[in-house]
Antibody
Framework: QVQLQESGPGLVKPSETLSLTCSVSGYSISTAYFWGWIRQSPGKGLEWIGS???????HDNPSLRSRVTISVDTSKNEFSLKLSSVTAADTAVYYC???????????????WGQGTLVTVSS | DIQMTQSPSSLSASVGDRVTITCRASQSITNYLSWYQQKLGKAPQLLIS???SLQSGVPSRFSGSGSGTDFTLTISSLQPEDFATYYCQQTYSTPLTFGGGTRVEIK
């Protein structure tokens, strides 16, 4: 059974960098699939942040591109998110998820982590 | 970016009712449309992919249809466990985008 688990600080100060890791079990990241990050602000909808493939190639949301770094560590079977220069608007539940590619398109997010709340506050 | 517009944003229904949620894309996404169910405090769960393909383990009262820009999620007979928020998502092109959600509440 594929399982994803987010980890990282639950509180980040404004202007600092948010860092999260998604640990994957039940499936080897180095096999296939894209691995992505999604966030949900309190009471709001879902926003795709970006994703990474086993090779290290990434896609990201232009709305966050300049602040986002996504990396993968196949030896640890995990991938990570760094979001720089955070503000209160970055307070959200952050999810990691798995999806596949279908040519130039993509498949659905079939496995999700449980999510982790990150609050940006001094 | 492809904008996904869901309607209604919320609805009240009774157990046993037939419920229909619509999702419109700002440009054609062929059938790269998925539906998710999210319950309070939980991660979204995939219900339907490729517009109409039911995920394993999802009850058959859920169905999806549509192609191009207009899509529908139907719950044929609403059950107590179906009260949740539903999201559509396009995976046709990046940035991958979600609809704003439809909250299904108990009447």
């Amino acid at each position: 059974q594929v399982q994803l688990q987010e980890s990282g600080p639950g509180l980040v100060k404004p202007s600092e960098t948010l860092s999260l890791t998604c640990s994957v079990s039940g499936y080897s990241i180095s096999t296939a699939y894209f691995w992505g990050w999604i966030r949900q602000s309190p009471g709001k909808g879902l926003e795709w942040i970006g994703s990474i493939y086993k090779s290290g190639s990434t896609h990201d949301n232009p709305s966050l591109r300049s602040r986002v770094t996504i990396s993968v560590d196949t030896s640890k079977n995990e991938f990570s998110l760094k979001l720089s220069s955070v503000t209160a608007a970055d307070t959200a539940v952050y999810y990691c998820a798995r999806f596949d590619s279908r040519g130039r398109q993509f498949g659905p997010f079939d496995y999700w982590g449980q999510g982790t709340l990150v609050t940006v506050s001094s | 970016d492809i904008q996904m517009t869901q309607s209604p944003s919320s609805l009240s229904a009774s157990v046993g009712d037939r419920v229909t949620i619509t999702c419109r894309a700002s440009q054609s996404i062929t059938n790269y449309l998925s539906w998710y169910q999210q319950k309070l405090g939980k991660a979204p769960q995939l219900l339907i992919s490729a517009s109409a393909s039911l995920q394993s383990g999802v009850p058959s009262r859920f169905s999806g249809s549509g192609s191009g820009t207009d899509f529908t999620l139907t719950i044929s007979s609403l059950q107590p466990e179906d009260f949740a928020t539903y999201y559509c998502q396009q995976t046709y092109s990046t940035p991958l985008t979600f609809g704003g959600g439809t909250r299904v509440e108990i009447k």
